[in-house]
């Protein structure tokens, strides 16, 4: 006879692990079903997490979560081929509790600490599982089946956190194979570097992080970004990219890596460093337009499953992904009272996340995707243009500003135009602001 839970949870990452946090701290019977050898084995992001769903779960977490640092400096850097513009703010206030809720992790710790609070919770958690398939009752998503010995589960609800390339989602019928252009392959590399060493190169006092992004050319005039993230004795160095702009140029993603790595301005932060592990990742970052359906009978979607990626340049993600699996454990609670799992009654799901940052966000960005794809000069020839600008206007010499000024305002007019620019600054404000 096949085992029976309250709910099955598909994925051990911060949707599932919040989910099932929630529902066993309400006595509900949990099961998740882990693919990786341990929670977090699998997983990769840049190394931001943001913590205001955790911190209600478990609150003043970073006491005992494997933190690696608070945040408290951003900087945002446009790149040309050699040279750097930059907005850097540092606020000290965020480190004060609870620390502007933006936390450097790595994965492989957090997701492991996570999942053992779920378990203290009462969930089960069952690694190395691979869910193939559904239980169905008259299209009515009833358990799993799950490639190990007594493989079939049954549940109340299942509930599908699996990330950005959720094969069970399409299994489902709630969503086709994603397009190249809505999906985003992430490259990191962890490099080592002291702590002190850390702290000083990045103008840092103890526990205090710092996030740097890198636009325009950081992967050699094609659309995609940059990151470094400082952790307590490494820093989290990566590269994102759509796959349809990998296809279609045939670039490699090492190859991209390894160019912004050697950026004159990204290269003098990384040396002496020594790299300890490298990762790729699938990121879901069509935005709202591109969200598959998230609920069926006896099914709710969350997280990377669900497309829930702000695609602004606030690129949060975590707590998205956390927000959602409370949701879903609370609709599932509330749909075991009723003894109801239809559609219907877990269309309450959709409307938390409506009535949330979640869906309000998502669709306040919603055409940042497609204003990037359609706009390819922000990577190349717009930081070209701008840094070329800046080095006119700081280059001492023996001509009047009047002379300089003069130069300047030719040089951007004759390769800018000056209603494309405008046209795409107005864009932009719905991506930034």
């Given at each position: 006879m096949?085992d029976r839970?309250?709910c099955?949870?598909?994925?051990?990452?911060?949707?599932?692990?919040?989910?099932?946090?929630?529902?066993a701290?309400?006595?509900m019977?949990?099961?998740?079903?882990e693919?990786?050898?341990?929670p977090?084995?699998?997983?990769?992001?840049?190394?931001?997490?943001?913590?205001t769903?955790l911190?209600?779960?478990?609150?003043?977490f970073w006491?005992?979560?494997?933190v690696?640092?608070?945040?408290?400096?951003?900087?945002?850097?446009?790149?040309s081929?050699?040279?750097?513009?930059?907005?850097?703010?540092n606020i000290?206030?965020?480190?004060e509790?609870?620390?502007?809720n933006?936390?450097?992790?790595?994965?492989a710790?957090?997701?492991?600490w996570?999942?053992k609070?779920?378990?203290?919770?009462?969930?089960?958690?069952?690694?190395?599982?691979?869910?193939?398939?559904?239980i169905t009752?008259?299209e009515?998503?009833t358990?799993?089946k799950?490639?190990?010995e007594g493989g079939?589960?049954?549940?109340?609800a299942?509930?599908?956190?699996?990330?950005?390339n959720s094969?069970?989602s399409?299994?489902?019928?709630l969503?086709?194979k994603?397009a190249a252009?809505?999906?985003i392959?992430?490259?990191k590399e962890i490099?080592?570097?002291p702590k002190e060493?850390?702290?000083?190169?990045?103008s840092?006092e103890?526990g205090q992080?710092?996030?740097?992004?890198?636009?325009g050319?950081c992967?050699g005039?094609?659309?995609g970004?940059?990151?470094?993230?400082?952790?307590?004795?490494?820093l989290?160095v990566?590269?994102g990219?759509?796959i349809s702009?990998?296809?279609?140029n045939?670039?490699?993603?090492?190859?991209?890596?390894?160019?912004f790595?050697?950026h004159p301005?990204?290269?003098n932060l990384l040396r002496g460093?020594?790299i300890?592990?490298y990762g790729a990742h699938?990121?879901?970052e069509?935005?709202?337009?591109a969200?598959?359906e998230?609920?069926?009978d006896?099914?709710i979607?969350?997280?990377?499953?669900?497309?829930l990626v702000n695609?602004s340049l606030?690129?949060?993600?975590?707590?998205l992904a956390?927000?959602?699996g409370v949701?879903?454990?609370?609709?599932?609670?509330?749909?075991k009272?009723?003894?109801?799992?239809?559609?219907a009654?877990?269309?309450?799901?959709v409307?938390?996340?409506e009535n949330?940052?979640?869906?309000?966000?998502m669709?306040?960005?919603?055409?940042?995707?497609e204003?990037?794809r359609?706009a390819p000069?922000?990577?190349?020839e717009y930081p070209?243009?701008?840094l070329?600008l800046?080095?006119l206007?700081f280059?001492?010499?023996?001509?009047?500003?009047d002379?300089v000024?003069?130069?300047?305002?030719?040089?951007f007019k004759?390769?800018?135009?000056?209603?494309?620019l405008?046209k795409?600054?107005?864009k932009l404000?719905?991506?930034?602001?």
């Amino acid at each position: 006879m096949a085992d029976r839970f309250d709910c099955i949870i598909v994925g051990a990452g911060p949707a599932g692990c919040a989910a099932a946090y929630k529902l066993a701290s309400d006595g509900m019977s949990v099961i998740v079903f882990e693919r990786g050898e341990y929670p977090g084995s699998k997983n990769m992001s840049g190394g931001i997490l943001y913590s205001t769903i955790l911190n209600k779960l478990i609150p003043e977490f970073w006491k005992e979560a494997p933190v690696e640092r608070h945040v408290t400096r951003r900087r945002y850097s446009m790149l040309s081929k050699d040279s750097e513009a930059a907005l850097d703010v540092n606020i000290n206030a965020f480190s004060e509790p609870p620390y502007n809720n933006s936390f450097t992790v790595l994965r492989a710790k957090f997701d492991r600490w996570f999942a053992k609070k779920a378990e203290d919770a009462g969930a089960l958690i069952v690694t190395e599982a691979v869910v193939d398939g559904f239980i169905t009752d008259n299209e009515k998503i009833t358990g799993v089946k799950v490639r190990m010995e007594g493989g079939e589960v049954l549940a109340g609800a299942v509930i599908l956190a699996d990330g950005a390339n959720s094969l069970l989602s399409e299994k489902a019928g709630l969503r086709e194979k994603p397009a190249a252009k809505e999906m985003i392959l992430g490259v990191k590399e962890i490099i080592s570097l002291p702590k002190e060493v850390i702290e000083d190169r990045f103008s840092l006092e103890g526990g205090q992080g710092a996030a740097l992004e890198f636009f325009g050319q950081c992967l050699g005039g094609f659309a995609g970004q940059g990151f470094i993230y400082t952790n307590a004795d490494c820093l989290s160095v990566g590269i994102g990219c759509p796959i349809s702009v990998l296809q279609e140029n045939g670039l490699k993603p090492a190859g991209l890596i390894e160019a912004f790595k050697k950026h004159p301005s990204v290269r003098n932060l990384l040396r002496g460093g020594r790299i300890e592990e490298y990762g790729a990742h699938m990121i879901p970052e069509g935005g709202f337009s591109a969200m598959p359906e998230l609920t069926k009978d006896g099914l709710i979607l969350c997280g990377d499953a669900g497309g829930l990626v702000n695609p602004s340049l606030y690129k949060e993600g975590s707590n998205l992904a956390m927000a959602s699996g409370v949701f879903a454990a609370e609709t599932v609670i509330e749909a075991k009272k009723r003894g109801d799992f239809s559609k219907a009654a877990l269309d309450a799901y959709v409307e938390k996340l409506e009535n949330s940052f979640v869906l309000k966000d998502m669709k306040r960005f919603k055409d940042a995707p497609e204003i990037l794809r359609k706009a390819p000069e922000l990577f190349k020839e717009y930081p070209e243009e701008l840094l070329e600008l800046l080095r006119l206007h700081f280059t001492v010499s023996e001509a009047s500003k009047d002379e300089v000024h003069g130069e300047l305002r030719r040089s951007f007019k004759g390769k800018v135009p000056a209603w494309r620019l405008l046209k795409n600054l107005w864009k932009l404000r719905r991506i930034i602001s």
